[in-house]
């Protein structure tokens, strides 16, 4: 079965050095490793979308529950989303996707961390764990630092769509490599 999403970007596999940069910045607030990983994405974005008019014109990250966002001082999807929209903004300019600094997505359960679990307790991990509240557009890219098994953003993907979306395009920093291969 196709996932719901429309496309998914994520130009870095989630090991070696890529696997270290992001957890520094989740686990040990090493903000200024944002920018080189979020300026790798924005260039790939741009090549991805370059020959197609068709940009996503809402830009919404996936967002950590609020009692983790207390014990780590910040949500590192914020942060990243933030960055990743003054990037594009500099080189898009007005295509660029708009972006709000409260996701329309709401975490409600505060769910056991997902690198912490097997792919199987992850692809059962989000059963009713994220709710949309707001308004939004139609075609929306979704931002995730990491793609795992994917749940997450299948979760997101189908609460958005539900919600009225008819296109969600994934933008990630990295995914883990397919095992299978």
């Avoid at 079965?1 to 989630?14: G, T």
């Avoid at 490793?33 to 741009?46: A, F």
């Avoid at 020959?51 to 830009?59: A, C, F, K, R, S």
């Avoid at 950590?64 to 989303?81: D, N, V, W, Y």
Wanted: glycine content about 4%; charged content about 25%; some cysteine.
């Amino acid at each position: 079965m196709p996932p719901p999403y429309d496309v998914c970007i994520a130009p870095l596999r989630f090991e070696s050095l890529t696997k270290s940069l992001i957890h520094s910045i989740k686990f040990h607030q090493q903000a200024d490793y944002i920018r080189p990983l979020i300026e790798l994405l924005s260039r790939k974005l741009i090549e991805h979308y370059q020959h197609i008019e068709d940009w996503p014109t809402q830009l919404i990250f996936v967002p950590s529950h609020p009692k983790r966002i207390k014990e780590r001082g910040f949500c590192q999807t914020q942060l990243m989303a933030s960055e990743l929209y003054k990037i594009l903004r500099q080189k898009l300019g007005n295509r660029t996707p708009s972006f709000v600094k409260q996701s329309v997505i709401k975490k409600t359960i505060n769910t056991q961390a997902q690198h912490t679990l097997s792919r199987k307790q992850r692809l059962e991990n989000h059963k009713g764990v994220y709710q949309v509240e707001g308004i939004m557009d139609s075609h929306i890219a979704l931002f995730d630092d990491v793609m795992t098994s994917g749940n997450t953003l299948e979760t997101c993907t189908k609460q958005l769509k539900k919600a009225g979306a008819t296109q969600v395009d994934i933008w990630v920093i990295a995914r883990t490599p397919d095992k299978t291969g």
